[in-house]
C-alpha cells in the first residue's frame, strides 16, 4: 500500500486517520520491542493502580474502578490516535508502542466482560444493562471526546 500524507481521503472527501499498520511493518530492531513491552507493563499497572483507587473509594457491587479506567482509556486512546493521524504528531513506531502496547494494556475488555459475568450471576440485571450500555456508549463518546481536542488544540 502506497505512502499517503498519514490520513486517508473519506468518501466525504475530507482526511480520516490511517490505519494501524501491522506491527512487523514499523517495529524494527529489538529496541522497538523493549519499548512495546514496557509500554504494555506501563499501562497494565497503570491499569491495575487507577482501577483499584477508584474501586475502593466508590465502592459498591458496581464495576466502577474498570467502568471509569475503560472510559479514561477510550478518551486517551482517542486523544494518541488523534495526535498521530490527524496532527502527525507521531510516526507508525511511536504510535504502535502508545495504542497497542500501553493503551491495549490499559484498557480491558476482557475484564470488563469478566465483570458483566459475575453481575449477570449476581441477578444485578439493570447494574449489568448499565455497564454493558454505559462503557460502549460512553466509550464511543469519550473516544469522539478525546480526538475533538486534539483536532481542536492543534487546529486541524
Do not use: K, Y
Not at 20 to 27: N, R, T
Amino acid at each position: 500500500m502506497p505512502r499517503h500524507d498519514g490520513c486517508l481521503r473519506n468518501r466525504a472527501g475530507g482526511h480520516a486517520p490511517r490505519r494501524m499498520p501491522a506491527g512487523g511493518a514499523v517495529m524494527s530492531g529489538w529496541s522497538h520491542w523493549l519499548l512495546f513491552a514496557a509500554a504494555g507493563a506501563l499501562g497494565s499497572l497503570s491499569r491495575l493502580i487507577l482501577s483499584s483507587l477508584i474501586g475502593n473509594l466508590l465502592g459498591g457491587v458496581f464495576p466502577w474502578g474498570i467502568f471509569l479506567t475503560n472510559l479514561l482509556g477510550c478518551f486517551l486512546f482517542g486523544m494518541a490516535w488523534a495526535a498521530a493521524g490527524v496532527l502527525h504528531l507521531l510516526g507508525d513506531a511511536p504510535r504502535l508502542i502508545i495504542l497497542t502496547g500501553f493503551m491495549g494494556a490499559f484498557t480491558t475488555f476482557s475484564t470488563f466482560i469478566f465483570d458483566c459475568r459475575v453481575l449477570l450471576e449476581q441477578g444485578q440485571w439493570l447494574l449489568l444493562a448499565c455497564n454493558i450500555c454505559g462503557q460502549i456508549a460512553l466509550g464511543l463518546l469519550a473516544l469522539h471526546a478525546g480526538i475533538r481536542l486534539v483536532s481542536a488544540l492543534g487546529g486541524a
